[in-house]
C-alpha cells in the first residue's frame, strides 16, 4: 500500500456507525432533493487535497461514469483512504463513504453495511451510473479491508 494518507480528517466520529447516524441526521435537515445534492457538493469540496501523481491508471476505480482514483493506505488495524472525482456531486458521494470507513479497522470496515444510503434517499435519488459509480467505490473500501483482515 502508498505511505500513509496524513492529511485525512477521518475518522470523524468515534464508530462508523456513528458516522452513518451523524450522515442521517444532517441529512434530515433538507426539505427537497435539490438542496441535498448541494450539500453533497459542498461536502465534497471539503476533501483533503489529492496528489496529482496518483491520478493515475493504477489507482483509478472503474465502474464510474466520473473518473475516481483512490489509495488505501494501513493495515488491519487503521485503513485510511484517500480519493478524488472530476465530479461535484460524486465527490460529495466520496466524502461520505471515507466519513463512514476511513480511519477505522478492517473487521469494522467489513461487518458495517452502507446502510447510510438506503436511508438519506440516495438510492433512488442517483442515476445508474452514479449508483453504479458509488456501489464500485464501497466494495473497493470493503474488498481492501478483507485482504487486509484476511
Not at 22 to 33: C, S, T, V
Not at 99 to 116: K, L, Q
Request: net charge negative.
Amino acid at each position: 500500500m502508498e505511505a500513509r494518507v496524513t492529511t485525512s480528517p477521518f475518522p470523524i466520529e468515534s464508530t462508523a456507525g456513528d458516522a452513518q447516524a451523524a450522515i442521517r441526521e444532517e441529512f434530515a435537515f433538507f426539505g427537497d432533493w435539490s438542496e441535498r445534492y448541494q450539500y453533497l457538493i459542498d461536502l465534497g469540496r471539503k476533501l483533503p487535497p489529492f496528489p496529482e501523481a496518483w491520478m493515475t491508471e493504477e489507482h483509478r476505480l472503474h465502474g464510474c461514469q466520473s473518473k475516481v482514483w483512490i489509495v488505501p493506505s494501513g493495515n488491519a488495524e487503521r485503513l485510511d483512504f484517500a480519493a478524488a472525482s472530476d465530479s461535484a456531486i460524486v465527490s460529495g458521494l466520496i466524502y461520505l463513504a471515507l466519513r463512514v470507513y476511513s480511519g477505522r479497522s478492517a473487521r469494522e470496515i467489513v461487518d458495517t453495511e452502507p446502510g447510510y444510503i438506503a436511508d438519506i434517499g440516495l438510492a433512488k435519488h442517483l442515476s445508474p451510473t452514479r449508483s453504479n459509480g458509488l456501489a464500485a467505490l464501497l466494495e473497493f473500501i470493503r474488498n481492501t479491508a478483507r485482504h487486509a483482515s484476511a
